[in-house]
């Protein structure tokens, strides 16, 4: 909430409109079928995370609980990363690119790891000599965290 | 051509073999109609400075030349960031995320940006109180790199 307030001054309405006004003016949610790719970055250690997708709904979640929110393209629903597992991603800022076609978001990981294999990083493995090899190892285990396939899918 | 060097020890076909066993395997080139979205790090300072996509052959290529080649959505074909402009990407590694959805290039950029715009990053705008704001400064003269609109488009 403390994030809402930072963004925006006026009344409910007053905000929406003020948020919805340059989001129309500079994002290209077209190009991926009412979707933008949505990089996720630690905010202190610089690591990129995850990479998602955020439709318009998704990207106002985001800003108005300060917990950043992707739209999942197999349930095709929304998910705020941490609703199963507790390891929310809050929100510290977002930029868009040249184009308008893609986020980059900042954001303080609450848990040990974002990937739902249990690492800090979902970009885990590395090319080295022809074959993708683990660059780092497991911060948390995930069996205890995801306790049944349907929270593990949820993330 | 050092890093290909590094990367296949055989000869070229037992390289082409080595490396497309493993990228098929792990790769996920169908969700977004044979393209995956490959985020861009600059290796030295941590900054993302651009999200592009790759096919099969941009990532061929990339790993090949050492220079970071994405596909083009809009003009339906590869291109070599730096061709244009000569602001080429030096790759440095490749990562892939647990869906082998999403690649993560960590690259040495040549030159001083890498936005066709004129800045070190494409993410050179971020929302504050509802509004997108710049936030750094131009790197370079776009209009000196970039003599045409034809070369502008190719960056």
Known sequence: MLY??????????ARAFSFMAPMSEILDFDKEGGLIAAVVQDANTRRVLMVGYMSREALEKTLTTGHVT?????????WTK???????LHLKSIAT?????ALLVEAEPAGPGVCHNGYYSCF??????????????RAYN???VYRTQETKAKR
Not at 82 to 88: A, E, L, P, T
Not at 125 to 130: A, K
């Open 4 to 13: 809402f307030e930072q963004m925006f001054a006026g009344p409910a309405s």
């Open 70 to 78: 992707f739209y999942s393209r197999s349930r095709r629903q929304l």
């Open 82 to 88: 941490g609703d199963s597992s507790g390891h929310y």
């Open 97 to 101: 690119d040249c184009d308008g076609d």
């Open 124 to 137: 885990y493995r590395t090319l080295e000599d022809g074959a993708w090899v683990e660059n780092d190892t």
């Open 142 to 144: 995930p069996d205890a």
